[in-house]
């Protein structure tokens, strides 16, 4: 299937380390790899999360990030431009010529040695305030709806800076990631959407089981 002149443009990993002026500790910031770089079933080696009743896991095993959307940040928060560079939103692979609208729940893509599946959007947390000092980063982010979204690892491999994404199934063109997360942060969802998502294939577990239970 499609794919063309989808890659990744960089990646990133990062170890736990205070942030912010309490020193919570994350693995928010993340610094460039420049070779190859293993994807397990739990991320990518040398990649880690501080709170794993949130962050990382199976489901959420590796970030992307649209490269295009920094320019959108940069113009909302000249302030910060120093930080809004690929990785500075905390992603591992920020991707040249994809975008929330054009990237589907369950979409399965090969990436070099290794196949990737689109579980959920990005929820952006407080450690995103954190990390630019700006409380209005969070609500930003579910207004513009510039989320990125996880993969979980369908099969392990080695992925490279420039390798191409390459799309080889897509179960739910409907179901654009910026058509899930405005659902979940608006909380409008239909008895019929709840049905969808239910069955939905490639969804992250915990939202099949919310929509099982009407509570999105």
């Known amino acids: 299937m499609g794919g063309a002149g989808i890659r990744i443009s960089s990646i990133q990993a990062g170890r736990i380390a205070p942030l912010g002026p309490r020193g919570v500790l994350s693995g928010f910031v993340k610094d460039r790899v420049d070779g190859p770089i293993s994807a397990g079933l739990l991320g990518l080696s040398g990649d880690e999360q501080a709170d794993l009743t949130v962050h990382g896991g199976p489901e959420k095993a590796v970030y992307g990030y649209g490269l295009a959307s920094y320019a959108a940040w940069r113009r909302a928060f000249p302030d910060h431009a120093g930080l809004l560079k690929p990785g500075g939103l905390g992603e591992n692979l920020t991707i040249d010529g994809q975008e929330?609208?054009?990237?589907?729940?369950?979409d399965i893509v090969r990436v070099g040695g290794a196949v990737l599946q689109?579980?959920?959007?990005?929820?952006?947390c407080f450690k995103l305030a954190l990390r630019?000092?700006?409380?209005g980063m969070p609500r930003a982010m579910i207004r513009n709806g510039l989320c990125g979204w996880y993969y979980r690892v369908l099969e392990p491999g080695v992925?490279?800076?420039?390798?191409?994404i390459v799309l080889e199934e897509r179960p739910n063109p409907e179901w654009s990631v910026a058509r899930f997360f405005r659902l979940i942060t608006t909380h409008r969802?239909?008895?019929?959407?709840?049905?969808?998502?239910?069955?939905m294939n490639g969804l992250a577990s915990q939202w099949r089981a919310?929509?099982?239970?009407?509570a999105l």
């Open 118 to 124: 689109v579980t959920q959007p990005r929820q952006p």
């Open 132 to 135: 630019f000092a700006d409380n």
């Open 189 to 199: 969802v239909s008895e019929g959407e709840l049905a969808e998502l239910v069955a």
């Open 210 to 214: 919310s929509a099982l239970n009407g």
């Open 159 to 164: 992925l490279t800076s420039g390798t191409a």
């Open 100 to 106: 929330e609208t054009s990237v589907c729940i369950g």
